[in-house]
Nanobody, 121 residues
């Protein structure tokens, strides 16, 4: 399983940005897909996750500003980010957990390479 994220960049405070991440490989099913971020000098933290049943969970600081969505048919997860602040500046990582591939279940976290999001005027 490979995860490829795109959509990062430089945006002004108050602006919006959408990240997308596609999982490729011999995938039957993915239980959870989502986004994490790591700011300089800080630990990686969960931003938003989406289960295959439609449940979502958000980090407190992004609630009401970020929306995670998913196209299970395409094994793709999105993160719509609005009202961005400098505090959102970080490297954003796509993740997938609980992957069924060729009939076998892998109870582990897969990570994509990060994409930089910089919020600055």
């Amino acid at each position: 399983v490979q995860l490829q994220a795109s959509g990062g960049g430089l945006v002004q405070p108050g602006g919006s940005l959408t990240l997308s991440c596609a999982a490729t490989g011999d995938i039957d099913l993915i239980n959870v897909m989502g986004w994490y971020r790591q700011a300089p000098g800080k630990q990686r933290e969960m931003v938003a996750v989406h289960t295959r049943t439609g449940s979502t969970n958000y980090e407190d600081s992004v609630k009401g500003r970020f929306t995670v969505s998913r196209d299970s048919a395409k094994n793709t997860v999105y993160l719509q980010m609005n009202s961005l602040t400098s505090g959102d500046t970080a490297v954003y990582y796509c993740a997938a957990n609980g992957v069924t591939s060729m009939g076998r279940f892998y109870n582990r976290q897969y990570w994509g390479k990060g994409t930089q999001v910089t919020v600055s005027s």
